[in-house]
């Protein structure tokens, strides 16, 4: 039986169609995220993947922008239609556009750059000082996704009760992971979208029924500072600085076991009570 990691990496070969046009499927025997939707970083880490199979090898992405315009249905295929904006010296640029049944359900620009060398630098400590989880305390439905995915503090994020708007989560491939800097940076795509709309809802915690807020990604951007290796733990450090109009932000900082920051999001979503 395969993996739910060797299932994500196969729908990520997408079939090309044409030069600019692809088709990506989902997984089977599954509806998708509860209620028939399909999940957000699945389309956002498939729409990057068309991007790059149109831009030279060498260039690899450095930021992305993208709207969730509609539910996309995890029974029908979809088909990524990217647009070449511009081939500069150093950066490519592409738009994306997701459709189903003839509607666009997710639309989203990237930009690709050239390797080169450049001035660095990284806040003093910004990484909270925390270790990965032992293997022994690992409990074993955290193996049944394509991600282990490990909250600090994770009871205390269980309490119906408000809570501080920021979480610590350490996440990693479930399975090997080939050595390949664009598989890597989609696959970081897809799951830096599992945490961050819960993020702007802690502070609120006890005020409402789950059930009974309609919730959705509007938004995710994210910046790629350098490559990560999603076979290894990764620190996902987030916050929510404000929610207001039904809509929530939330923040997050991706940290490799060096304390280097590789990667930044910043998303805003659907939190409207019925």
Same mark, same amino acid.
């Given at each position: ?7 994500l990496?196969r ?7 044409e030069?600019n046009l ?18 957000g /970083?699945q389309?956002?880490a *498939?729409?990057l993947? #068309?991007? =790059?199979r149109?831009?030279?090898a @060498? $260039? ?5 922008? /993208?709207y969730?315009?509609? *539910?996309?249905?995890? #029974?029908? =295929?979809?088909?990524?239609?990217? @647009? $070449?904006l511009?081939?500069?010296?150093t ?5 994306v556009?997701?459709?189903q049944?003839?509607e ?8 690709f750059?050239r ?9 003093d ?8 989880p032992q ?18 503090e994770?009871?205390r994020?269980q ?24 598989l890597?940076a989609c ?5 830096s ?7 702007s809802?802690?502070p609120?915690?006890?005020?409402f029924q ?6 959705a ?16 733990w990764l620190?996902?450090?987030l916050d929510?600085p404000?929610?207001?109009a039904?809509?929530?932000l ?10 280097r920051?590789?990667a930044?999001?910043?998303q ?7």
């Amino acid at each position: 039986m395969t993996t739910k990691l060797d299932e994500l990496i196969r729908l990520l070969d997408l079939e090309q169609v044409e030069e600019n046009l692809f088709r990506a499927f989902h997984p089977q025997g599954e509806s998708g995220e509860p209620g028939g939707r399909l999940f957000g /970083g699945q389309i956002m880490a *498939q729409a990057l993947m #068309a991007a =790059a199979r149109t831009v030279p090898a @060498e $260039r690899r992405a450095h930021s992305l922008h /993208g709207y969730f315009l509609r *539910q996309g249905n995890p #029974a029908i =295929a979809a088909v990524i239609k990217v @647009e $070449r904006l511009r081939d500069g010296g150093t950066f490519s640029n592409r738009r994306v556009l997701v459709v189903q049944d003839g509607e666009p359900i997710f639309n989203m620009d990237a930009s690709f750059q050239r390797p080169e060398s450049g001035r660095r630098h990284q806040m003093d400590n910004p990484r909270p000082d925390l270790s990965p989880p032992q293997a022994d305390n690992i409990p074993d439905y955290l193996y049944a996704s394509a991600f282990i995915s490990w909250h600090h503090e994770f009871r205390r994020l269980q309490q119906q009760s408000p809570q501080p708007p920021e979480q610590f989560v350490w996440f990693k491939a479930n399975g090997a992971v080939p050595d390949d800097p664009l598989l890597n940076a989609c696959l970081l795509v897809y799951e830096s979208d599992n945490t961050l709309m819960g993020t702007s809802r802690l502070p609120h915690r006890g005020s409402f029924q789950r059930e009974q807020m309609q919730a959705a990604s509007l938004d995710h951007a994210m910046w790629f500072h350098h490559p990560a290796d999603v076979s290894d733990w990764l620190l996902y450090a987030l916050d929510s600085p404000s929610t207001s109009a039904g809509r929530g932000l939330s923040r997050g900082s991706i940290y490799d076991l060096s304390g280097r920051l590789v990667a930044s999001t910043v998303q805003e979503s659907l939190i409207r009570l019925h």
